[in-house]
């Protein structure tokens, strides 16, 4: 499936001038750390949460040949308590991207290969069912010329969802595309997961001492919270569902992980 969901251009404005205000060079963690928080709260609460993260290789003309692959996937695994404030998850996770961002000539395949590996996982089977990718090149040009973006869906894909964060019109707002699996990720989560990002963010940059336990306490949309309880119906057979965004260390008694 496929789903665009919008993020006004005032909530986007108060997240540049928080950035500013607290000296954060990064807008894409602000959205990163709404995504983990949300994978956080479905999934038990968990501190030991991990999702898919993407970085551009070649991004300058000298670049363009270079050959390789363009965009290198990492997954990116942070261990946060609910004591850790919205601007401390920031700055650690801050810390950790920077970690990851040295090692991105590792071969993404490779990588993948090691931890089926290593965790006994088979092909199809993941931790990080979830990747999100922020690219927000302005849609607006200096002599006026305006163009839009869209993304269609060609019917499959490899993993629960992908969230891909773009500049929305040129105004000011960001647009963020959503591939999913129909499956293990129903529109009704998609749903609940932008809503619950917007509110952590809103949230967050009003009040950085906020932790991430409070920001978990904040309500999800009645149907997931059925879905997720157990309670009311569900899509499909079996225990309740979890959105995965888990890391391969959690405790053996965790749930198995999702296929994505």
């Known amino acids: 499936g496929h789903i665009v969901k919008v993020v006004s251009a005032s909530d986007v404005e108060r997240c540049e001038e928080f950035l500013v205000e607290q000296r954060f060079p990064s807008l894409?963690?602000?959205?990163?750390?709404?995504?983990?928080?949300?994978?956080?709260?479905?999934?038990?609460?968990?501190?030991?949460?991990?999702?898919?993260?993407?970085?551009?290789?070649?991004?300058?003309?000298?670049?363009?040949?270079?050959?390789?692959?363009?965009?290198?996937?990492?997954?990116?695994?942070?261990?946060?308590?609910?004591?850790?404030?919205?601007?401390?998850?920031?700055?650690?996770?801050?810390?950790?991207?920077?970690?990851?961002?040295?090692?991105?000539?590792?071969?993404?395949?490779?990588?993948?290969?090691?931890?089926?590996?290593?965790?006994?996982?088979?092909?199809?089977?993941?931790?990080?069912?979830?990747?999100?990718?922020?690219?927000?090149?302005a849609v607006a040009l200096d002599d006026g010329l305006t163009f839009r973006t869209m993304w269609y869906g060609n019917g499959a894909t490899a993993i629960a969802a992908y969230l891909t964060v773009m500049d929305d019109d040129g105004t000011g707002g960001l647009r963020c595309y959503w591939e999913h699996s129909l499956t293990r990720m129903p529109a009704t989560y998609i749903d609940d997961a932008h809503d619950f990002m917007v509110r952590v963010i809103r949230a967050g940059i009003e009040r950085p001492t906020i932790t991430l336990g409070e920001l978990m306490d904040m309500p999800l949309r009645s149907v997931v919270q059925a879905q997720l309880?157990?309670?009311?119906?569900?899509?499909?057979?079996?225990?309740?569902?979890?959105?995965?965004?888990?890391?391969?260390?959690?405790?053996?008694r965790a749930a198995a992980p999702a296929r994505g």
Do not use: C
């Open 229 to 252: 309880t157990g309670t009311g119906s569900r899509h499909g057979a079996g225990p309740r569902r979890r959105i995965r965004g888990r890391s391969p260390h959690e405790s053996p």
């Open 28 to 137: 894409q963690l602000v959205f990163a750390l709404a995504l983990r928080t949300y994978l956080a709260t479905v999934n038990d609460r968990t501190p030991d949460v991990t999702f898919g993260g993407t970085l551009a290789r070649r991004g300058t003309i000298e670049e363009k040949r270079t050959g390789g692959s363009r965009v290198h996937h990492f997954d990116f695994r942070t261990v946060l308590p609910e004591t850790t404030t919205f601007m401390e998850a920031l700055e650690e996770m801050l810390d950790k991207q920077s970690q990851h961002y040295r090692h991105m000539d590792f071969p993404s395949v490779e990588a993948i290969n090691m931890g089926l590996e290593a965790f006994g996982q088979h092909p199809g089977i993941t931790y990080s069912g979830v990747l999100m990718t922020f690219q927000t090149l």
